[in-house]
């Protein structure tokens, strides 16, 4: 694992991470390859539609404010960005590794974890 600024980060990933926290559905979803898939909180959601539909959920069920507070390169195409959250979720305090893994310059998968 190799320390980096968030401005070394792919521009796929600074593009989604944007798109991700003014809640752009379009925008975000388009960032994904077609057979994509996400894990967070124990949930795979695979392809386009169900990645929607988690990002709309995600967005709606909690206010919180996110800061990125560590990137790193973890392989080739592989990086792990930290956000710390606060908000009303349950604790109140996180922070949440954004496990990316990228192919063709696109988000092939990404795992959300403590």
Do not use: C
Request: glycine share 8%; no cysteine; hydrophobic share 40%.
């Amino acid at each position: 694992m190799h320390a980096i600024t968030r401005d070394a980060l792919p521009t796929v990933i600074t593009d989604y991470l944007t798109a991700h926290q003014a809640r752009d559905l379009d925008a975000a979803v388009a960032h994904y390859t077609p057979d994509a898939a996400v894990t967070d909180e124990g949930h795979t959601y695979r392809g386009p539609d169900e990645i929607r539909a988690w990002l709309s959920r995600a967005a709606s069920e909690y206010t919180y404010t996110s800061e990125v507070v560590g990137a790193y390169r973890t392989g080739d195409q592989n990086f792990d960005v930290v956000h710390h959250l606060e908000g009303d979720f349950p604790g109140g305090v996180v922070d949440l590794h954004f496990r990316f893994a990228l192919r063709d310059a696109r988000i092939a998968g990404l795992v959300i974890e403590p």
